[in-house]
């Protein structure tokens, strides 16, 4: 018979994580995390820039930095 494991999910709630953040969980740069974002090489979020500018908005939703790199915490008051 086979036996099957269940892994309790944490309770994500779509919090966008800052970059700061993963790159302290990371034991990376904040840049290094910003570049990989940009260039699709971390996979945990989406860059998007800004119309007439060289900044760009960052999405790291908690579930997806959780999937990728095994961080999460949870959301504060």
């Given amino acids: 018979m086979e036996k ?7 309770p994500f709630t779509g919090r966008n994580v800052p970059i700061t953040e ?16 940009q260039q699709g090489l971390l996979h945990f979020g989406i860059a998007i820039k800004r119309d007439d500018s060289n900044e760009y908005n960052y999405y790291c939703p908690d579930r997806k930095v959780w999937e990728e790199i095994g961080y ?5 008051a």
């Fill in 4 to 10: 099957k494991l269940y892994v309790e999910l944490p």
């Fill in 22 to 37: 993963i790159a302290k969980a990371m034991r990376k740069d904040a840049q290094y995390v910003r570049i990989g974002i």
């Fill in 72 to 76: 999460f915490k949870p959301e504060t």
